[in-house]
């Protein structure tokens, strides 16, 4: 297939839509004209998926081989990456504890049924009811098998809305300075032309990579992610990612756990998101 962007026209623009559409990801009409819709559809999808390398799709809104190829494999063994499982050492006890439950979801292997739909047995005890993404009622879901109750007071079910909770609560970390510990929410609120679509994603950090005492990648366990629980790695450069939210109370923090070290210069050029 040709690779498409913003601009094109024509039947394969048609294909892209539909395929879009079938997956959840997409909800206009399939004219066959590539727009803004069409552009905010296919970055949400590269955000959630891996290529045939086993990385996260560079999300720069223009489909090409790689892409395509995530389309076309949206799910299933494809979409199953094989980064390591091991919860990391000398982390708080119930870190360690939150960690357990995600890695046990993932290892069920929940995933939507039928792709696309939000929706299937596995995905039902996280939000209750049909049509929703369930990203983020799988990251409250997880949370209040852990603490007993929802850190932020509440179930919810929209990233941005969890993120300003938590901004209040005094849970919010900015990107920068901030080493997220694992057991932290990632946090992604995607922007078009500058500006906060309402769109976003969060999962849960279980692995940080550091160079020169910064964070520069993230392993993730993350729900709604290809239409299933899955394991992943995003390059904090990315600019979705705003921020962590670190709920655990003050003797839960610990300082002295496993991180990975890289070279700084290994990830420059790094594609994962």
Not at 56 to 62: H, P, S
Not at 65 to 81: H, M
Request: aromatic share 12%.
């Amino acid at each position: 297939m040709p690779t498409l962007q913003f601009g094109d026209k024509g039947e394969d623009v048609k294909v892209l839509q539909r395929i879009l559409m079938e997956q959840g990801y997409f909800a206009g009409k399939t004219a066959g004209n590539f727009l803004k819709f069409t552009q905010a559809a296919v970055i949400y999808f590269q955000e959630t998926h891996l290529g045939p390398d086993g990385e996260f799709l560079e999300a720069d809104g223009i489909v090409g081989d790689k892409t395509w190829w995530a389309l076309n494999n949206p799910s299933g063994e494809a979409q199953k990456s094989n980064l390591p499982r091991h919860i990391p050492v000398d982390l708080s006890p119930i870190r360690t504890e939150q960690l357990t439950i995600v890695l046990k979801e993932h290892e069920l292997g929940v995933r939507e049924d039928p792709d696309g739909s939000n929706w299937g047995d596995g995905v039902i005890k996280y939000k209750g009811f049909k049509g929703a993404p369930w990203c983020c009622y799988f990251w409250s879901w997880c949370n209040k098998q852990c603490f007993g109750a929802y850190s932020l007071k509440a179930k919810y079910g929209h990233c941005l809305s969890a993120w300003r909770k938590a901004e209040s609560l005094g849970f919010a970390r900015n990107k920068g300075n901030y080493i997220p510990i694992p057991g932290d929410a990632f946090v992604m609120l995607y922007k078009k032309d500058g500006k906060l679509t309402g769109k976003g994603h969060i999962g849960f950090v279980y692995r940080v990579e550091v160079a020169a005492n910064r964070a520069v990648t993230i392993n993730t366990v993350e729900g709604n992610s290809s239409n299933r629980v899955k394991i992943g790695k995003r390059n904090l450069a990315s600019p979705s990612i705003v921020g962590f939210i670190n709920s655990f109370p003050a003797d839960e923090q610990p300082t002295d756990w496993e991180r990975g070290l890289v070279e700084a210069t290994s990830v420059a050029g790094d594609s994962t998101r």
